[in-house]
């Protein structure tokens, strides 16, 4: 299974790209939708962020106010390393998880959509990793709109990601998101039909996963249990990635 990180800037206009990739049938996997799940009361991390932010960032109805939290990290490199730090292991496991579901299924491709991608590493776990881009212009005048922020607090958002050059520069492909809606949503086309695996790759990459199983289950005797067990283990941890 071809696993694509897709990434960009704040407001440049990922969210649009993950949408078309849905509309296309090709499973998204949302970082910040795992990591609303993990900020809600009963996970863990909630119980972190309170330890560490204190109940001054919740909501009546104690719930996490995001926009509260949002406006302390952004302004405080230390804070928003700590809430990376309470809050990223659990997104980890929930996508690792997720990315073993649909390679179990059969699908040939699947998006890892991740704001910090390659801040957190993440795009080790991928193929190919897209960017969506734009003009620093465009990016703040999307952000100070659709948030409805001051240029300062816009400027300090977009400052506290990593810088959109760096990341075109790492990535596989960038998305030039300067002009209309649907010529984005083309580009995203486009990659689908590019990079979309063909049936018979997707069939082999299921098929020889599942051979050297049961190779490992012929030997099983002769291994002995522990080193069965170890091997068996390696080997499905290598699949979540492949």
């Keep these: ?32 939708e795992i990591a609303r799940t993990a900020l809600e009361p009963g996970q863990a991390p909630y119980a972190m962020v309170l330890k560490y932010f204190g109940a001054s960032v919740l909501n009546e109805d104690q719930t ?17 390393q700590l ?28 998006v890892l959509d991740v704001p910090l991608l390659f801040e957190s590493g993440m795009d080790r776990m991928c193929g190919k990793t897209l960017v969506v881009s734009c003009s620093p212009e465009q990016q703040a005048e999307r952000l100070i709109q659709r948030n409805q922020l001051s240029v300062q607090a816009a400027q300090a958002r977009i400052a506290a990601q990593m810088p959109l050059q760096e990341k075109e520069q790492r990535a596989t492909q960038v998305l030039d998101n300067q002009k209309s809606r649907d ?23 299921l098929a020889a996963p599942l051979g050297a199983l049961v190779g490992l ?26």
């Design 1 to 32: 299974m071809l696993v694509i990180g897709l990434t960009g800037g704040i407001a440049t206009g990922k969210s649009t790209a993950s949408s078309e990739f849905k509309a296309l049938g090709v499973p998204v996997i949302d970082a910040d």
């Design 64 to 80: 996490i106010d995001r926009a509260k939290l949002g406006g302390i990290i952004f302004n405080d490199n230390d804070k928003r």
């Design 83 to 110: 809430l990376n730090r309470c809050t990223h292991p659990y997104v980890r496991r929930q996508i690792i998880q997720q990315l073993l579901s649909l390679y179990v299924r059969g699908h040939p491709m699947c």
């Design 183 to 205: 010529e984005l949503c083309a580009q995203v086309r486009q990659v689908v039909r590019d990079w979309r695996p063909s049936a018979l790759r997707t069939l082999a990459s």
């Design 217 to 242: 289950v012929c030997v099983r005797a002769s291994w002995g249990l522990p080193t069965f067990c170890a091997c068996s283990l390696w080997m499905v941890g290598s699949w979540c990635f492949f």
